[in-house]
């Protein structure tokens, strides 16, 4: 089983700036691809950015330039730096990582952490 922790949310004043961080723990053998999510009021669960399969950086055009996701790869770690925040970019960030499981080392299991909510105030 794989396990991932968000943390970093909060309340901030638009054009102020939050860190996240997604730990990922568990039965892990390949970190394939992880990133973050975020489901806004009002609208469906959205791709925010990504370290991909390929090892490419995927970001939304609504956070390109503003947002900024690394790693740490020894930690099973990823961040994401999201600055000149605007109200628009409130709610839940979900982290999400694509893993090959030590247990199932041949299948890509998908796995989601709980969320992590982020409320940006004009």
């Known amino acids: 089983q794989v396990q991932l922790v968000e943390s970093g949310g909060g309340l901030v004043q638009a054009g102020g700036s939050l860190r996240l961080a997604c730990a990922a723990s568990?039965?892990?053998?390949?970190?394939?691809?992880m990133g973050w999510y975020r489901r806004t009021p009002g609208s469906q669960r959205e791709l925010v950015a990504i370290?991909?399969?390929?090892?490419?950086?995927n970001y939304a055009p609504s956070v390109k330039g503003r947002f900024t996701i690394s790693r740490d790869n020894a930690k099973n770690t990823v961040y994401l730096q999201m600055n000149s925040l605007k109200p628009e970019d409130t709610g839940d960030y979900l982290c999400?990582?694509?893993?090959?499981?030590?247990?199932?080392?041949?299948?890509?299991?998908?796995?989601w952490g709980q969320g992590t909510l982020v409320t940006i105030s004009s």
């Open positions: 568990g039965d892990i053998f390949k970190i394939e691809a």
């Open positions: 999400y990582a694509d893993v090959i499981t030590i247990s199932g080392l041949d299948k890509h299991t998908e796995v």
């Open positions: 370290f991909t399969r390929a090892d490419n950086i």
